[in-house]
């Protein structure tokens, strides 16, 4: 009975070496060819990113959608020969979040909401995004061949810094700054290059000091088609939480001051973006003395959800 036992252990031992060749064998007998992938960051960061995300997306129903993760100089990966879409970008991002990577027409770079901070009302914005570096080939073929295929890519960033300083008057009487941007790209499709509306504003912080209200934010740019879109409009919100807990608001419509930037940045997309200074005008802006100045403690709590019936301080732009 045991020897019966021990012959059938072996029959089947063998039986599943030899399944294990023969799937082996077909695996090594389908088609893949070399790609040789090297990156070149000059000119585009000193910041190096740990490292890039390659997928290639087959233009042809039989074909496989291959999904590898490179170091930041490049390297090499096994294609199956035909045609492809192909997008890369870094992954160390910290806020930039990647969905609909199912299909080269649907991966988005987004970010979330701000939860965590609190402060009332910044729930409802989303984090401004953190640098994204992204190289898109629409066509990209790749022949049955022994010899490697050899490409240069220079990756681009997709995020734009814009910063501003502005005047402002009874800082004295504020202990925390929120600031907000509406109308910017908070949404950025890989396979399109273009920037996407996003229903949220962008929170982003900002800091007083000397009579001076200093600071930055980030997008995608401008959304898909702005440009030439009349209805555009972009609000730059500050909201000064006083230390009576009240909140007074500035609002700018900064359109044109965005638009100029980027219709004036010339030199076609190859160029890398800059950040972009943003020319408010110099009038000094006022926070008024709270009414009960002794209320409060000082610190963040003011609730900047309820922003209705607070005063507007408008603020020119050039």
Request: aromatic letters at 8%; hydrophobic letters at 35%; a negative charge.
């Amino acid at each position: 009975m045991q020897d019966t036992r021990y012959i059938l252990l072996v029959l089947l031992s063998s039986l599943l070496m030899l399944t294990g060749c023969s799937r082996r064998e077909l695996l090594d007998d389908y088609p893949v060819s070399g790609v040789d992938i090297k990156l070149d960051w000059n000119g585009v960061t000193d910041k190096l990113p740990e490292g890039v995300r390659v997928i290639f997306y087959p233009k042809s129903a039989e074909g496989r959608k291959i999904d590898t993760y490179l170091s930041v100089r490049g390297g090499k990966v096994k294609v199956p020969p035909g045609r492809y879409s192909v997008v890369a970008y870094n992954y160390d991002t910290e806020t930039v979040q990647i969905r609909g990577e199912e299909a080269y027409e649907t991966i988005e770079a987004f970010t979330g909401y701000c939860n965590g901070l609190g402060i009332a009302g910044t729930e409802k914005m989303v984090w401004g995004p953190d640098p994204l570096y992204v190289v898109q080939i629409n066509d990209l073929h790749i022949a049955n061949s022994e010899e490697e295929l050899l490409l240069d890519w220079k990756p681009k960033l997709v995020v734009k810094t814009y910063s501003f300083k502005i005047k402002v008057e009874g800082l004295e009487y504020v202990s925390s700054i929120v600031g907000s941007v509406e109308g910017m790209a908070g949404c950025y499709c890989l396979g399109r290059c273009c920037g996407m509306m996003n229903d949220a504003p962008i929170y982003f912080e900002a800091q007083g000091c000397s009579g001076e209200v200093t600071g930055s934010f980030t997008a995608f740019g401008l959304p898909e088609g702005a440009m030439s879109r009349a209805s555009l409009a972009i609000k730059f919100t500050l909201a000064f939480v006083k230390v009576d807990n009240t909140v007074q608001k500035i609002e700018v419509d900064i359109t044109d001051v965005i638009v100029n930037s980027e219709s004036g940045e010339g030199g076609g997309n190859d160029e890398p973006s800059k950040d972009i200074e943003l020319p408010l005008d110099d009038d000094e802006v006022k926070v008024d003395k709270p009414e009960n100045s002794s209320g409060g403690d000082g610190g963040i709590g003011g609730d900047v959800g309820d922003w209705g019936e607070e005063e507007e301080v408008p603020l020119p732009v050039i």
